[in-house]
């Protein structure tokens, strides 16, 4: 086979192919036997068809396209490997010559990833945010663990900014009630930021046993986008009443006995949380600084392909909060515009990214043991709440296991970068990568840090 790559832009290629027939015998004789399963022939039994009868009955055309069918893309691969090419898309082929017994000749153009060197990027320097632990981290964990154990209370007052209301809600147009928009009993934080426009300013000062209509735009239902007038009944007002920071709470909200051992485990936690952001941030800053040197063009098809997955997800997550359009950006307090902007950038940069670590792995000759497969999915089993041997074999069953390894190999190639790096904090201190890596884990080298590694009391 000869193979010959005609660039037709920094993105894309062409390649024509030339292959001896001989080549094709394997593809040949499965094409005959897949005819003969095919047709009925006088005499013959199913599969037992003659290639010779075959011929003089239907054509030596048939089973010359069905052998170009097998053959072809095994060898579009080959001629892939041979010339060192990094396709990003589906091939268009074209067969342009065909000499029965000879030789055939075929095209492939494809786009690719374009070729750049990806410059020295030992020792770049990058900030992160300092690992040290202050009072108010203390404080601000306190205070979720507070607001976790909270008690509502009720009161004789009108409803303010986070108290909670209990209230009916029914929405009618023109007179006529709504039945899909009602609900009875419902819980609400004054506040909160529904997604029902000029709920919290109706409910500002509102007591037990009042009454409220406002106009606002319906979010869900058949009625999503028309106007309509809420009605509010509030039933109760409750004020949130946090609990004493004593040892008291500390055996309520924990395993200890007294505030000062919760306060000691809580810094530990939030030192821990802070050392595996300090790495996470060391690797992605170095490799945002390694992608401001290099300048790489975008193959079309991959940008294409990147924003409408991105686009379908956003569409699969509005449909399943069952807002509308314009409900779930403004919950989100964005546009869709703004967000399909957002979606070309950072697509942009997704691809980009692939590309230069998918050379630092080849660089590196990175891989990926059986043990590194497993902790994958075992991690993400925990985020995504599903059990280990569920998710291993749902990867395996849609072809998702060759995925999870680029991801695995992409990471190390990030910690790679990371590791090169010349890392100072905040405060212009050095820090040490290795030496965080042995207070997490214990040991010299870490894989890159999970979220679920972070942990809360």
């Known amino acids: 086979m000869k193979t010959a790559v005609e660039e037709l832009s920094p993105t894309r290629v062409k390649l024509t192919v030339e292959v001896p027939f001989e080549e094709l015998r394997p593809s040949l004789d499965a094409a005959y036997k897949k005819v003969a399963q095919q047709v009925r022939v006088p005499g013959f039994r199913p599969g037992k068809v003659p290639a010779r009868i075959i011929e003089q009955r239907f054509g030596r ?5 069905e ?5 072809v893309p095994k060898l579009y691969g080959q001629a892939v490997d041979e010339v060192d090419l990094f396709p990003v898309s589906q091939p268009d082929i074209e067969v342009t010559k065909i000499e029965d017994g000879e030789q055939i000749e075929f095209t492939a153009e494809v786009d690719i990833r374009p070729n750049f060197d990806v410059p020295d990027y030992a020792g770049a320097e990058v900030t992160v945010d300092s690992a040290e632990v202050s009072d108010e981290d203390i404080d601000g964990q306190l205070d ?9 209370t009720g009161v004789e007052r009108a409803a303010a900014k986070n108290d909670f209301v209990v209230m009916d809600l029914r929405a009618e147009i023109d007179g006529q009630n709504i039945e899909e928009q009602q609900a009875n009993e419902v819980s609400y934080e004054v506040g909160a930021g529904s997604v029902l426009q000029g709920l919290d300013d109706a409910l500002e000062g509102m007591s037990a046993g009042e009454e409220k209509t406002f106009r606002t735009e319906l979010v869900g239902g058949e009625n999503a986008g028309d106007e309509a007038d809420v009605v509010i009944s509030v039933k109760s007002v409750k004020e949130k009443v946090l609990p004493e920071l004593d040892d008291e709470f500390a055996q309520l909200a924990s395993e200890f006995d007294t505030l000062d051992e919760l306060k ?6 939030a030192r821990r949380n802070k050392l595996v952001d300090v790495v996470v941030q060391a690797r992605e800053n170095a490799l945002d600084a390694l992608l401001e040197k290099i300048e790489i063009p975008i193959p079309d098809s991959a940008l294409k392909a990147e924003v409408d997955a991105r686009r379908h997800n956003l569409d699969h997550q509005i449909a399943e909060s069952g807002l509308s359009r314009d409900a779930f950006f403004r919950l989100y307090q964005t546009t869709e515009e703004e967000r399909f902007a957002e979606f070309d950038a950072s697509s942009v940069k997704a691809i980009k990214t692939g590309f230069v670590l998918d050379k630092i792995v080849k660089a590196e000759e990175l ?3 059986e ?3 497993t902790n994958f999915v075992v991690r993400r089993a925990m985020q995504m709440g599903v059990q280990p041997n569920q998710l291993a074999q749902h990867l395996a069953d849609n072809d998702q296991l060759t995925l999870a390894m680029v991801e695995i190999v992409r990471d190390k190639a990030k910690s790679v970068i990371g590791d090169a ?6 405060e212009g201190n050095e820090v040490d990568l290795k030496a ?4 997490i884990n214990g040991e010299e080298v870490v894989e890159e840090p999970a979220e679920d590694e972070k942990t809360e009391d």
Request: proline content about 0%.
């Open 421 to 426: 790096a010349k890392v100072v904090d905040s």
């Open 67 to 71: 052998t170009l069918n097998d053959a």
């Open 264 to 269: 000691n485990s809580i810094r530990e936690t």
């Open 436 to 439: 965080i890596y042995t207070e």
């Open 61 to 65: 055309a048939v089973v010359l396209e």
């Open 371 to 373: 043990q590194e497969l």
């Open 144 to 152: 979720g663990l507070r607001q976790r154990f909270a008690t509502l």
């Open 367 to 369: 891989g990926v043991s």
